[in-house]
């Protein structure tokens, strides 16, 4: 049989357990939606990047289109004047002129059609990334939306815990609650039955005095609570 003080301090305890477990939860909800919300943004840079790639590469393909288009024009300069001239040397010059203009043109040809090949693979990239993001947005969305729920919940079963748990520690004692309180910081369960000459929290032996303490005989309201010897903790008797 568990005295009243020890029913009360495991009614207390159980409450703090409670409350300690909904702030736990509570605290991890805003982490939980930060996660969240780093995929969101992760997919959406994923989106930005290759977006950025996409106008880069058409930057890079209109500016080469800008080289073709000077360098035909000189050819068609170079052409109307080597149609005009009558020095065979310079009739010659002009026509390198016009191969290497000729060469550059094909040169920059073959810039422009690999530029088109990664402006294929680029626009693929983009259409990719906001397929990702369009799968998975609504299913972000209602994961930040549950979790704001359960933040809500929580909070409100939050509020009930600490309330109960303020009535159950009312009529103990204010020495029994600091000795509770102190193991409370650090070693929870405060509270613990010895089995066998064990205490139930540090699994260590008892010694006799203790275990007798703890099994309560001639314990009256004033009698100081029995704690086990290794660790500190409250023990009681659990046949
Ligand atoms: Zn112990």
Known sequence: MLTPVLEKLLI?????IRRRSLEAQLKAVPQEIALVEQKIAGE????????????????KK?????????TEGKLA??????????????????GHEIEAGEAAISA????????????????????????VLKANISGHESRIKSLKERETNVSGELKSAQAALEVAREPDGESRLKVYDRNAIRNM?????????????????????VESAARGKGADATTPLPTCD???????WES
């Not at 920059?108 to 397929?131: C, G, H, N, P, T």
């Open 108 to 131: 920059f040809e073959e810039q422009e059609l690999a530029v088109m090949y990664s402006i294929d693979e680029a626009k693929k990239k983009f259409a990719a990334a906001e397929a």
């Open 12 to 16: 207390l305890q159980d409450r703090d």
């Open 62 to 70: 209109k500016l080469i289109e800008t080289e073709i288009g000077v």
């Open 230 to 236: 290794q660790c500190g903790r409250i023990v009681y």
């Open 44 to 59: 959406k840079a994923a989106i930005d990047a290759a977006k950025s790639e996409l106008k880069e590469l058409e930057t």
């Open 189 to 209: 369960p405060a509270v613990v039955a010895v089995h066998g000459g064990k205490c139930g929290g540090c699994h260590l032996k008892v010694s006799s005095e």
């Open 77 to 94: 300069k170079y052409r109307t004047q080597q149609s005009q001239v009558r020095k065979n040397d310079e009739y010659q010059a002009l």
